[in-house]
Antibody
Framework: EVQLVESGGGLVKPGGSLRLSCAGS????????MTWVRQAPGKGLEWVGR??????????EYAAPVKGRFTISRDDSRNTLYLQMNSLKIEDTGVYYC????WGQGTMVTVSS | DIQMTQSPPSLSASVGDRVTITCRAS??????LYWSQQRPGKAPKLLFY???SLQTGVPSRFSGSGSGTEFTLTISSLQPEDFATYYC?????????FGGGTKVEI
């Protein structure tokens, strides 16, 4: 069974940092282009960014609101995707999902003083 | 950036109804389109990739069509578990933008 499990969410003050993880299983993780999507409370889905497979260059792309603050990386030996979030803002609050067609259950990030 | 516009933003329907949701792209995206379903309080679930390719396990009452700039998601006979919000997403070029969603209510 294809599965993605996110972790690492929590409460952080504005300007702080947080690292999210996403563990994949049931598929060839190293071949997958992995994506982060977020959803603010009561709002729609927002694409955050993605990382290509290493065979396709391993490059990253980001949405404008997070570019320069967030970094996506992957460890194919651990079948794990990461989202390093720095200089967090209140508007970064929401549920963060990792996806590769299948979606994880999400992890909640709350940015508040 | 490519803008994705869904219509209607919400609709009311009954069990057994035929429902159609439209998604328009601001430029030609071929068939680089996903449709996803999100039930209240749950993670989204992919229904279609490449506009009309049904994801494994999705019931056949769902169908997707379209190419270029206009796409539709149709539910042929609405079931109780289909009351949810539906999102289109273009996968043609980054940023991979979503439509605003269509909430299907009873």
């Amino acid at each position: 069974e294809v599965q993605l499990v996110e972790s690492g969410g929590g409460l952080v003050k504005p300007g702080g940092s947080l690292r999210l993880s996403c563990a994949g299983s049931g598929f060839t993780f190293s071949d997958a282009w992995m994506t982060w999507v977020r959803q603010a409370p009561g709002k729609g889905l927002e694409w955050v960014g993605r990382i290509k497979s290493k065979t396709d260059g391993g490059t990253t792309e980001y949405a404008a609101p997070v570019k320069g603050r967030f970094t996506i990386s992957r460890d194919d030996s651990r079948n794990t995707l990461y989202l390093q979030m720095n200089s967090l803002k209140i508007e970064d609050t929401g549920v963060y999902y990792c996806t590769a067609r299948t979606w994880g259950q999400g992890t909640m990030v709350t940015v508040s003083s | 950036d490519i803008q994705m516009t869904q219509s209607p933003p919400s609709l009311s329907a009954s069990v057994g109804d035929r429902v159609t949701i439209t998604c328009r792209a601001s430029q030609n995206i071929g068939t680089y389109l996903y449709w996803s379903q999100q039930r209240p309080g749950k993670a989204p679930k992919l229904l279609f990739y490449t506009a009309s390719s049904l994801q494994t396990g999705v019931p056949s009452r769902f169908s997707g069509s379209g190419s270029g700039t206009e796409f539709t998601l149709t539910i042929s006979s609405l079931q109780p578990e289909d009351f949810a919000t539906y999102y289109c997403q273009q996968t043609y070029s980054a940023p991979l933008t979503f439509g605003g969603g269509t909430k299907v209510e009873i």
